[in-house]
């Protein structure tokens, strides 16, 4: 096989997508140069065209060895017949001990009982000697709607975590989370979501992005609440200061640590060991990583070679230092829990509804241990889009779907429960990186998508959707691949419907009846205008002013914003528009949604105040200040709120207010 021949056949075979289309539809064709850097990413030596023909005749070698494929997946409780290359003896392990669910002998034909749920490891002994094979055995899908939370449609509201603080100096913690849940629960909000709260790490300097985390399995300090926090003067100001929040926090939070170790009680020193021995090596690793990265900086890549290893890095630091990592996550855990405590007690039928980011930062903690399977030289980003016109390039770690395979995706199943732990609801960023993602090569070669084990990753979801009892979302924007959202809606995942970006193929807003059944609808999100920027045109605004658009493209996006407005308010829509949002607008849109057949309804606190500014402008890092917005109400004064009393009553019109089912039963 000629060279070229075997690089596109290798390239195939581990996953590289040959070609796509943009939202142009333009076809973009992945170029020699990306093929090799992809190969290089999942592991495979890839200098030479020798290297590749040799990859491709150890594969081929490895198919006709083995008795079975690497990973099967099986619906649990049900038995089924597995064809065999050659005739074995059989047994299944049960996962997480060496309980024996089932044996036998085979010819050909292994015919298995119907497992639990859960990823078993069948173990084949025969001529070609032992081998193994995990049977990922899953339910048809995850949780509806209607199992977790007793009734098929409800609503919610979504808010920045970050926002909620009393002060310019203070983001929100997990106290002021409990606050905010307990008022909606009380207006009969089933959910309160809230950005990824996902550990940006000690290290991390300016990185303020909750969607940039160093680790997605563990917390987010900054949000722990502290003994006494008090506003400093001069802290009433619209935009947060992470850096004097920082500076205050951690010198507080290490000297309770330190109390904690003097004189907290029994019952708090062994909730925080068996938190420690639940855990288990995850947590120490992580710590580690912790108290390295605060002498060596936040990209291990960067470290000194010996400190790669896990192992070796221990060996650096005290135990004391160790320690204080792990009760920083085990308090994050308790205040998490607590939130979520106070969602359910206020009459939530879900509570908190939580955000998994798409991946963890190049070179911070989730990239660095022992199981890790990141791909290497690439990160993850997007092709150009409505969303950002330029593409993307989030500097986030791509997972390998080779190394996923070979650690039996160990780290992301773990990474899976932790982050359903404590939500009823879970949102799945850019849930499109199940089929497909977009691998940006750091070496400068054009960005091509890499296909992910679809099948494989849906199951391990609903598997851990059903341990935890938590209803999945997947944000499912973007260039979506034919048959995705059908194939998502099989698995019980809803999808994500956002009003503004709802069109028929002439660009018409869609009416609302035409919003899919099985989804979240919403308004907006943090990446796109509230509803009062929508209708000023502050996104148009703000492309214009970076030099995305010209004067001329910026004067026709208004234009169409016109029309798009007349659309969103009335049919037949008034003669002159209001030039800013009304309580009459904003409740419009409310009960279009409230009464569309979406199961799930979500607002914005940002809309329901009334502001302008988005949360995020996706592309930007610090020429818009994302993530930094603070809300002029917050806790206890948002039970007062008019926008939120008035939706209330839209949403018990509509028959979403679980509060009041709750009551009734």
């Not at 619906?75 to 299944?92: F, G, L, S």
């Not at 669910?101 to 032992?130: C, D, W």
């Amino acid at each position: 096989m000629r060279g070229d021949a075997a690089l596109s056949r290798l390239a195939q075979e581990v996953g590289v997508v040959a070609e796509y289309q943009d939202m142009q539809g333009i076809t973009h064709v992945t170029p020699p140069e990306t093929q090799w850097a992809m190969l290089r990413a999942n592991g495979y030596p890839a200098q030479t065209h020798a290297e590749i023909r040799e990859t491709l005749a150890a594969l081929h070698a490895a198919r006709q060895t083995a008795y079975l494929q690497q990973e099967i997946v099986l619906r649990c409780d049900q038995p089924c017949d597995i064809t065999c290359a050659a005739p074995v003896t059989w047994h299944v392990l049960c996962e997480g001990s060496q309980e024996v669910l089932a044996e036998g002998r085979a010819q050909s034909r292994i015919a298995l009982p119907g497992l639990r749920m859960g990823v078993h490891t069948l173990v084949l002994e025969g001529a070609k000697g032992v081998q193994e094979t995990w049977l990922i055995t899953a339910p048809a899908g995850a949780p509806s709607l209607e199992q977790i939370a007793g009734t098929p449609r409800c609503w919610g509201v979504m808010a920045a975590l970050y926002g909620l603080g009393p002060a310019a100096s203070q983001i929100g913690s997990f106290d002021d989370l409990a606050q905010a849940a307990a008022v909606c629960g009380q207006a009969g909000a089933a959910f309160l979501g809230i950005n990824p709260v996902h550990a940006l790490g000690m290290a991390a300097g300016d990185t303020i992005s909750p969607y940039s985390p160093t680790h997605r399995g563990f917390l987010n300090t900054d949000h722990i609440t502290m003994s006494s926090r008090t506003p400093t003067p001069g802290d009433a100001g619209d935009l947060l200061d992470y850096a004097q929040h920082r500076h205050a926090q951690r010198p507080a939070l290490r000297r309770e640590f330190e109390a904690f170790l003097g004189m907290s009680p029994a019952p708090e020193r062994s909730a925080f060991d068996a938190f420690c021995d639940v855990e288990g090596a995850r947590l120490i690793e992580f710590a580690i990583f912790e108290q390295v990265s605060q002498q060596h900086g936040p990209d291990w890549r960067v470290w000194p070679h010996r400190l790669h290893d896990p192992k070796n890095a221990l060996h650096e630091i005290s135990n004391r230092d160790l320690m204080f990592h792990k009760w920083l996550q085990w308090r994050a855990d308790t205040q998490l829990a607590s939130a979520q405590k106070a969602a359910r007690d206020a009459g939530m039928a879900l509570g908190l509804y939580l955000d998994l980011a798409v991946g963890a930062r190049v070179g911070g903690a989730e990239t660095w241990g022992t199981d890790t399977a990141t791909a290497d030289g690439v990160s993850l980003g997007a092709p150009p889009d409505h969303l950002s016109p330029a593409g993307q390039n989030w500097q986030l770690a791509a997972l390998s779907p080779v190394r996923l395979k070979a650690t039996r995706y160990a780290a992301l199943r773990a990474i899976l429960a932790k982050n359903m732990r404590h939500a009823g609801l879970m949102r799945i960023d850019h849930a499109l990186g199940l089929s497909r993602s977009f691998w940006i090569p750091q070496d400068g070669s054009p960005g091509a998508y890499m296909r992910q084990p679809l099948k494989s990753l849906v199951a391990l979801i609903a598997i851990e959707a059903h341990r935890a009892g938590t209803v999945i979302v997947g944000e499912d924007l973007g260039l979506v691949p034919d048959g995705f959202r059908a194939e998502m809606a099989r698995h019980g995942f809803y999808g994500y419907c956002v009003l503004q970006y709802e069109k028929d193929a002439e660009g018409v807003l869609l009416p609302p009846e035409h919003l899919r059944a099985q989804s979240l609808a919403c308004f907006g999100t943090h990446d796109t205008p509230t509803l009062a920027g929508f209708w000023q045109g502050r996104d148009i605004d703000w492309w214009h002013r970076l030099g995305w658009i010209d004067a001329s493209d910026a004067a026709r996006a208004r234009r169409a914003r016109v029309q798009e407005k007349r659309q969103l308010v009335a049919t037949p829509a008034p003669k002159r528009l209001p030039r800013k949002v009304t309580a009459a607008v904003r409740d419009k849109v409310y009960a279009d949604l409230a009464a569309s057949p979406a199961a799930l309804v979500a607002v914005q606190l940002d809309d329901m105040l009334s502001l302008t500014e988005a949360q995020n402008l996706p592309g930007t890092v610090d020429a818009h200040p994302n993530w930094r917005r603070r809300y002029p109400v917050r806790g206890q004064a948002l039970a007062k709120d008019k926008a939120l009393q008035a939706t209330s009553l839209i949403m018990a019109r509509a028959a979403r207010n679980t509060a009041e089912r709750k009551d009734e039963r």
